[in-house]
């Protein structure tokens, strides 16, 4: 142990490397040391093969907007999202514009959002949604349509040979993206780097243990050589996906207590077939099956990634006891502590319909996921797609709920923080970092609020209340990041 530093990053993921962009923008004196266990950044949920790539903006994502029991909805999370990727779109702007990021084509590409829904039920909530949003301001453009051949000209593969007589219905928003986060995360820690910020890759930190002059002692262990380390620092953040919660118990810290995660993995059908690739341009995204979880939301995706378009099918989901792609297998049994083991088995009971579908997807043959993709694309021929495993997500367990989403576990003096959760996670990194810096940081707010506003200009306000300072901001984006508006 020969130095004090700054601030430690655990995990190379997105939220680091948005977390350590701020800090860096806001006191580039700083000293920032970030450790990455695998061989280079955004290998796990970060990594363009391991997400769906979905600029959230609750554009399509209907889970963000579920009916209520007399058939009515709420926009009011579908607009909270929305204004969270609306903060992400302005700081890659002017990262851009600073010279911090490359050019938009390299980590976002234009593609419309479209949701696809059939049966009388599903078409009549689907219509309610629609009018629901369509005088919103951050969702202005959004077309709805029941007539098939509208239909075939945004997405024709959804179309062809379809049963006639089905109830079906799209809406459609053109401005939608997808986002390669791997690359946002690998140019957003060169520029980090650059700066004077210290990565190391093959570093697995081990234990967090809080000092007498309040800093924390990081151990960590060289995964080549398995030669042990530490490092001081006076703040640390946890985003090692999974991790973060073993890490945040050995912490000690009293806020960790009663969380537990459970492990969810994913497998995508893929096909880079030209013909069928020409296609399809859009994310489009229906109903989850009864039981599923939100993320398994099933979904037709265009994808670039690395300059190569292709299309995406699922996820599916599948079972390991590991919280990360790379993970343990002990994983599920270590995080069990007394404070959190009669949440976890309560979830485990009344989750009943969960882990009916975890089995059932589990039983599915790559037919039997190519008959699911032909329920979107009737013309589906097995032969055209190939199997891909996704990401591992951590679902968060508290109070005897399976929670779906992103939390911030901080302790009560902003000396340590981490991540839990899952999606919307990457799309709206930039929003969940400008919370914790709130929170971790309180006494800089005042200082880092003029370069915070130069970063983000709506910083500390809303866009959806003011229609025409929407339209301004929005524009302004699309323009900079080459998106259809």
């Not at 093969?49 to 209907?62: D, K, R, S, V």
């Not at 600073?98 to 078409?123: A, C, Q, R, W, Y």
């Not at 994913?266 to 109903?287: C, F, M």
């Amino acid at each position: 142990m020969s130095e004090t530093v700054d601030v430690v990053l655990i995990g190379g993921g997105v939220m680091s490397a948005t977390l350590g962009t701020l800090i860096s923008e806001l006191q580039p004196d700083w000293k920032i040391v970030v450790f990455e266990r695998l061989s280079d950044v955004a290998q796990e949920s970060s990594n363009a093969w391991n997400n769906a790539g979905t600029g959230h903006a609750a554009l399509c994502e209907l889970n963000y907007m579920p009916a209520a029991a007399d058939g009515s909805v709420n926009a009011a999370k579908a607009i909270s999202i929305n204004e969270q990727f609306q903060q992400s779109r302005q700081l890659w702007t002017t990262l851009m514009a600073e010279g911090m990021l490359s050019t938009p084509d390299t980590f976002i590409n234009p593609t419309p959002h479209m949701t696809f829904v059939t049966g009388e039920k599903d078409v009549k909530y689907l219509k309610t949604r629609y009018e629901a949003l369509k005088n919103e301001p951050l969702f202005a453009g959004i077309e709805y349509s029941e007539d098939s051949r509208v239909i075939n000209q945004w997405a024709p593969l959804l179309m062809q040979k379809r049963v006639a007589g089905e109830p079906f219905a799209a809406t459609r928003v053109p401005a939608g993206t997808d986002v390669d986060f791997g690359s946002v995360t690998r140019q957003l820690f060169d520029n980090m780097t650059d700066k004077g910020a210290t990565l190391y890759t093959n570093r697995e930190v081990r234990k967090l243990k809080r000092q007498k002059d309040g800093t924390w002692k990081v151990n960590f262990r060289d995964m080549l050589g398995r030669t042990p380390g530490s490092i001081n620092a006076k703040f640390v953040f946890v985003g090692a996906g999974g991790w973060a919660l073993k890490l945040l118990q050995g912490s000690g810290i009293p806020e960790i207590k009663g969380y537990g995660c459970f492990p969810i993995g994913g497998q995508w059908l893929k096909t880079s077939n030209p013909a069928i690739v020409a296609q399809h341009k859009a994310k489009v995204y229906s109903q989850a099956a009864v039981g599923a979880p939100p993320m398994s939301v099933p979904h037709l995706d265009t994808r670039v990634v690395d300059g190569e378009t292709s299309i995406l099918f699922g996820p599916f989901a599948t079972f390991t006891p590991k919280f990360l792609k790379n993970g343990n297998m002990m994983d599920l049994i270590t995080q069990v502590r007394f404070h959190n083991v009669f949440s976890m088995i309560k979830v485990g009971l009344t989750n009943f319909n969960l882990i009916k579908y975890l089995v059932s997807e589990l039983m599915k043959t790559h037919k039997g996921k190519v008959d699911s993709l032909r329920e979107f694309m009737p013309t589906a021929k097995d032969e055209d797609w190939v199997l891909l495993n996704a990401g591992q997500r951590a679902q968060v367990m508290k109070g005897g709920k399976l929670q779906f989403g992103t939390e911030v576990i901080a302790h009560h003096d902003g000396s340590i923080a981490g991540l839990l959760g899952a999606s919307p996670g990457a799309s709206t990194a930039v929003s969940i970092m400008l919370d914790l810096l709130k929170t971790c940081f309180p006494d800089r707010s005042a200082e880092w609020e003029p370069r915070l506003k130069e970063l983000i200009p709506t910083y500390g306000e809303t866009l959806n209340d003011k229609p025409a300072e929407a339209d301004k901001v929005v524009s302004a984006t699309a323009e900079a990041l080459n998106i259809n508006r």
